[in-house]
């Protein structure tokens, strides 16, 4: 495997790039991105979204404790 | 036409077409929308999701999240083929096509000059990561019994937090010498927070997370160079992703507030 190997793009990667890059310009909706705090994100739903859409290359998401699989329906809880 | 308007990027005008079954964010065909020579490519949002009040809400959603950010590279993306293009942050959404020619008017000169110092340049990610943790490696033998006395104790633990220190240097000094190397190669470089792992869900410590501006035409060798150092480093592994728009280097514009 070489490191240019196509494969889908991480989501934080992206998000990297489209929360914290990008040209900021305060459009009519006048919401700041900035104020958006990933931390606030309900954290299983992020582990279980990366696992689902964003099948990782590494065997990891066995040992994250409360990882939820794909399968299992999402609930809603904070962190 | 009743929706806002969602603006991805502003770019010179297209040499070339855009896919014709090219879709946004919500699935909404993509336009150009022409100004004063310059274009905004936009797609029409429905108010009920993209108004302050219920994008904040989605913003917190990490499906919706993902989805909206997905769509938004896939525009960039396919804008990245036909010309280089200034990509907005995500979620830059006005009220209508005239909101989007005054702000086009607003920012014109900007605009144009970006648009000139990123001509021709992409993005390239290079991420480093420390692949094994030597204190949990040797902590894995076990620590019960074999501990005779106080002092053994004590210089295995002085052993594994040496170990653990060696490596972070290493890393540390393998990751300043890469930045360094790249740095050289691109014309500009940026350092992002190194992702935590619970986010990426990738293996092993984020210790280097950056960003290089790259002439296109300087691209092939700058991904040969990260391609040959993967190999330099036993324990450490380099990932590059890209080519990106230069969504790392177009900064802020005078007058807007991170």
């Known amino acids: 495997m070489t490191v240019v190997e196509r494969r889908e793009i991480a989501l934080v990667d992206l998000l990297d790039r489209l929360l914290a890059g990008g040209v900021v310009i305060t459009g009519d909706v006048t919401l700041r991105i900035a104020d958006v705090d990933l931390v606030r994100i309900d954290l299983n739903a992020l582990i279980s979204s990366v696992n689902a859409q964003v099948p990782s290359p590494f065997d990891i998401p066995a040992s994250i404790p409360g990882a939820i699989t794909p399968s299992t329906p999402r609930t809603e809880e904070s962190p | 036409m009743t929706g806002l308007r969602y603006v991805y990027a502003v770019c010179r005008p297209l040499g070339a077409p855009l896919q014709a079954q090219l879709t946004g964010v919500a699935g909404a065909p993509v336009k150009q929308l022409p100004h004063q020579g310059l274009i905004a490519v936009v797609s029409e949002v429905p108010e009920r999701d993209f108004a302050e009040e219920p994008l904040r809400a989605h913003l917190e959603d990490l499906d919706w999240l993902a989805a909206t950010a997905r769509a938004h590279q896939g525009v960039i993306d396919a804008l990245t083929v036909v010309t280089t293009p200034l990509p907005l942050r995500l979620a830059t959404v006005f009220r209508d096509d005239s909101a989007v020619r005054c702000m086009m008017q607003a920012k014109e000169e900007h605009f ?33 019994g074999k501990a005779a006395s ?60 950056a960003a290089y501006l790259v ?26 992703t890209g080519p990106w728009a230069a969504y790392s280097f177009v900064g802020e514009l005078p007058g807007e507030e991170a």
């Open chain 2, 150 to 209: 106080g002092r053994d104790y004590l210089r295995r633990r002085r052993q594994q937090t040496r170990a653990h220190e060696d490596l972070w240097q290493r890393a540390e000094a393998f990751a300043t010498q890469l930045h360094e190397k790249l740095s050289a190669l691109a014309e500009d470089s940026r350092l992002h927070a190194p992702q935590t792992a619970v986010l990426s869900g990738a293996a092993g410590r984020n210790v280097l997370n």
């Open chain 2, 215 to 240: 002439p296109r035409a300087r691209s092939e060798e700058f991904v040969e160079v990260v391609d040959r150092t993967k190999d330099d480093a036993p324990g450490l592994r380099v990932e590059l």
């Open chain 2, 112 to 144: 144009r000059s970006t648009l000139q110092r990123l001509e021709g340049r992409v993005e390239w990610g290079v991420k480093v990561y420390l692949e094994t943790e030597p204190a949990e490696a040797t902590a894995a033998a076990p620590p019960t």
